[in-house]
């Protein structure tokens, strides 16, 4: 068997030895038969940005062999409210490269994500995963290349305070135990999360700590790999799961939440991408960014005002995106920049040899850094749906391709400085804004909605049903009316404290 895969985390892969891509159903019953697997779950998102689960016995062979080859029915107006109640069945069909063992299941079960199908036996055209497939497969064949992602999935865990070795706070990024406290927490999420098959690349402390009414309240963040988009999305969807199970199991809270209260730090959700062709990242050109990123850049620059209908879905979200705080507000892009909306991260492009400088018995490494070069658009936050999240960057990135002044409009949105500085307001001054609300973010996404629609890739009923969700906040005016009613906010934050 091959070492690397005997290795793998994901138990499945290691038993099977074959990567989960080459999974079938014959490998999915022999390794059930095998292992005393007793139950199996089915798993899929829904409109509200959750994961659901459908749960079976495995009463005998024959019948496992039919759920996994004809999935269920499903009730599809309970999932997704776009869906009527006189034609709402659905089928779920197993997608069996991403089985893996459920980490909390008393009984032995193992879980696999799902696809929807109408009643016609096709995918579902509004449904989440296809969605996003119908988004790379267009920006493959527009672009002939191939569209990868991943997310940084910050998070804040609630616990009781024990008052021993206090954080510092708003000073916890990257900080170590004792003064960390939920770091253990965090590495088990991670190793849980890898089991699932996760491409986990690490995990830290961030910047948020706080205690409120005798609770303390710490900021954790865990990194992704770039992968194929859709595996990204199915990756943070399980992650997200995992954490919060993981939680309860120990008694602690866990919130998502854009943002808990004024003044500290609100949690996002950064996406990461990079562009491949051939297996080699196209992000970088003679070690500076490509024309190829920079028109990626320029389409996210286009639709980025809409892109918060997907990736900051309820009012809580525009607390966090407000002027001179970390968090974006204008549509900007420039290189390690935080105050800009997407970042060129630090891409490994200095010639020298840091491991050998560093290490110096080591001899030169020649190692290809130019897969590492990612750009990183940082307004969403854990509010998004996930899948229409990164579906929507890929419509984006395409589109980007597809203007003619792309490399005009990348030039123009650059910035080399910090904008929230007072000596650079000039410049800010020629910045678009992001949207301030659900209510101003659903008209953007009406104003754009023809780029989203074209190839087929969200259907319209898909992008009816997020317009009129986020109308009905009703928040036009809500960030400007509350201001400085400090419980106001409160009261609202914990109506969505829960979200996504």
Known sequence: MDKELALNPNKVVAYLGKPAKEFTKADIIRFISENEIRMVNFMYPAGDGRL?????????????????????????????????????????????????????AEIPTLSMLCSYFNKDGEPLESS????????????????????????????????????????????GYHESAPYAKFNEFRTQCMAYIAQAGGQIKYGHSEVGNFTIDGMIYEQNEIEFLPVNAKDAADQLMVAKWIIRNLAYQLGYDITFAPKITVGKAGSGLHVHMRIVKDGQNQMLDGG???????KAIAGMMELAPSITAFGNTNPTSYFRLVPHQEAPTN????????????????????????????????????????????????????????????????????????????????EKTYVNVNIHKEENADKLSTLDQLPDSCAASADCLERQREVFEKYNVFSPAMINGIINKLRSYNDLTLRKDIEGNNEEMLNIVKRYFHCG
């Open 52 to 104: 659901k689960t459908l749960n079976f016995v495995i009463n005998n062979l024959a019948y496992l062999d039919a759920i996994l080859t004809c999935g269920e029915r499903v009730d599809g107006s309970s999932l997704f409210p776009f869906i009527e109640a006189g034609s709402s069945d659905l089928y779920v069909l197993p997608r069996f490269s991403t089985a893996f063992l459920d980490p909390f």
């Open 128 to 171: 989440p995963e296809n969605t996003l497939h119908k988004a790379c497969k267009a920006f493959n064949e527009v672009t002939g290349m191939e569209f990868q992602a991943m997310g940084e999935l910050e998070y804040y865990v609630i616990a009781p305070d024990d008052e021993m070795f206090p954080a510092t706070d708003q000073k």
């Open 288 to 294: 500076v960014l490509s024309a190829t990123a920079r």
């Open 331 to 410: 549509v900007c892009w420039g290189d390690r920049n935080r105050s800009v909306l997407v970042r060129v991260p630090l891409g490994w492009a200095a010639k020298s040899d840091m491991c050998q400088l560093a290490n110096p018995l080591e001899a030169p490494s020649n190692y290809d850094t130019t897969q590492k070069q990612t750009v990183e658009m940082r307004s969403p936050d854990g509010s998004a749906d996930i899948y229409q999240l990164i579906a929507g960057l890929a419509v984006a990135c395409r589109h980007g391709f597809e203007l003619e002044n792309a490399l005009e409009i990348a």
